[in-house]
């Protein structure tokens, strides 16, 4: 297991981690960069290998010159010796002590050679990404049931749909470019099921007018949808999910503005292929929670973790970009990902010009919008059904998970984990932590912080391999 020593640590190649890797290099600081996958991009600027397509064009994607920029500059770190890419590598636990910051890495693909190296830094800054937010439906656990960035992420890798005929369905205008790439693509969209409407960005429109890039991303999200003719339904929910082996329909309705679906509105989608739900975004939180750092919920009921005007959290030399802080976009997460290298790289460097700090002010304004717009329906629970699945992993129904709440008083993630099993499985609650929160806080209720907090904190950051293990405790002795 070799070891690695540099100045500033970051975790995560996505807009935010590669602006912090460029920044925190160009600063003069020697960084190591941490990420899963085997080319920078993330999730957002996810392209097909480049091994295969050295200069791929970016089409499907938006701000791809930022990423070009990016890019560049970061090989030119590389070239220099000062940015070591470490891709394919995931970090299962870090520590913290007086010199600073350990990562203990994990291959990505297991059968790699040998564990991966850790590496020790002065100052990390943390740029993890999330992953999209899941509620359950009946018949949700049936194959053909994605997530809306899972559909995406395949077409983005693959060049290539799952499947051919599909319903997307959710809050969020993430829900639009997934559904513009089908159709771009060649696969059919049925319909784009909104549950909220539209009218609530009525109170917003300041935050929504200071940012006109997004007005324009939405006019060209219409001009697909009306050439492919995909019809988007507001205030519309899919009540149940239907087939034997896979998807074969969808039932679907109206809402209220609470997400009940209204009388007399209910319709069914026929020959469906994939479902691709979007209920915004969960921030990955474990490595952050697992260093001690503060947090809090944000507009759209995410736990996020406290950063100050540096990106600094409240352990000292901890950064945060991206999603931990709040999901806002990739344009903020770059403009975080700057600061926060910046300011790793050197305390007392002036992390954003005047121009970037007000431009992040106003995509953070943007942002908590776009969250209130879109908010997860306050009875989402009244869709479920008794035999409803809540964890796929561990197959724990609602009925399960009510009982434990009502008569055993298992009101947070954590006890329901302990009582009915839910989150126990091989995601470990990453799809169901938010949704068994809600159920435990009870019909209508928010998860609370701390029921989050239980619910995303994890010994290990990502699965690692036993013998792994033991050639750490061999070590430590």
């Known amino acids: 297991m070799s070891e690695l020593r540099v100045d500033v640590a970051v975790v995560g190649a996505g807009p935010a981690g590669l602006a912090a890797a460029v920044a925190a290099a160009e600063a003069g600081a020697v960084v190591a960069v941490v990420d899963a996958a085997n080319q920078p ?15 791929p064009d970016g089409r499907g994607h938006h701000d791809w010159d930022v990423f070009l920029d990016l890019r560049r500059r970061f090989r030119a770190g590389i070239a220099a010796g000062r ?11 870090a520590s913290r002590d007086d010199a600073g910051f350990t ?18 830094a002065a100052r990390l ?6 992953y999209d937010r899941q509620l359950p439906v009946p018949g949700w656990d049936l194959p053909g049931v994605m997530a809306a960035g899972g559909v995406q992420a395949f077409l983005k890798a693959n060049g290539a749909l799952p499947g051919r005929r599909f319903v997307v369905a959710g809050t969020g205008p993430f829900l639009l470019p997934v559904a513009a790439n089908i159709a771009e693509a060649g696969g059919e969209v049925l319909a784009v099921l ?6 609530n960005w009525l109170p917003h429109w300041k935050a929504a007018a200071s940012v006109p890039g997004k007005a324009l991303e939405g006019a060209e999200y219409a001009g697909v949808f009306a050439r492919h003719r995909i019809p988007y339904k507001t205030r519309s929910i899919v009540t149940a999910i239907e087939g034997g082996d896979r998807v074969r329909s969808v039932r679907w309705a109206k809402a209220d503005a609470d997400g009940r679906a209204l009388p007399g509105t209910a319709g069914v989608f026929e020959d469906v292929d994939v479902v691709g739900f979007g209920w915004g975004f969960t921030p990955q939180m474990e490595l952050p929670l697992s260093l001690g750092a503060e947090t809090r919920v944000d507009a759209d009921g995410s736990l996020v973790a406290v950063v100050d005007d540096r990106q600094e959290s409240s352990v000292p030399g901890l950064f945060l970009a991206g999603e931990v802080t709040g999901v806002g976009g990739a344009v903020l997460a770059v ?5 926060a290298g910046t300011a790793a790289a050197d305390p007392a460097a002036v992390v954003l010009p005047a121009k970037g700090a007000a431009r992040r002010d106003r995509h953070r304004r943007f942002a908590r919008a776009m969250h209130q717009a879109h908010p997860v329906p306050a009875a989402w629970q009244d869709w479920l059904t008794p035999e409803t699945l809540v964890c796929r992993c561990e197959e724990v129904p609602v009925s399960a998970v009510t009982e434990a709440r009502d008569a055993l008083g298992a009101e947070d993630s954590r006890s329901l984990k302990s009582f009915a099993r839910v989150g126990m499985g091989w995601c470990q609650g990453r799809v169901c932590g938010f949704a068994a929160s809600c159920l435990g806080a009870g019909p209508g209720e928010a998860a609370g912080q701390a029921s989050l907090a239980s619910a995303a904190k994890r010994p290990f950051a990502v699965p690692v391999p036993i013998p792994e293990l033991a050639s750490l405790d061999v070590l430590d002795d």
Do not use: I, N, Y
């Open 41 to 55: 991009g993330g999730q957002f600027w996810r392209h097909r290998p480049e091994v295969g397509d050295a200069d």
């Open 83 to 93: 940015v070591q890419h470490l891709p394919g590598l995931q970090v299962w636990m």
């Open 103 to 120: 990562l203990r890495t994990t291959r990505t693909v297991v059968g790699g050679e040998g564990a991966g190296p850790t590496v020790h």
């Open 125 to 130: 800054v943390l740029c993890p990404g999330g």
């Open 194 to 199: 909104e549950s909220s409407s539209l009218s």
């Open 335 to 339: 403009l975080e990902g700057q600061a």
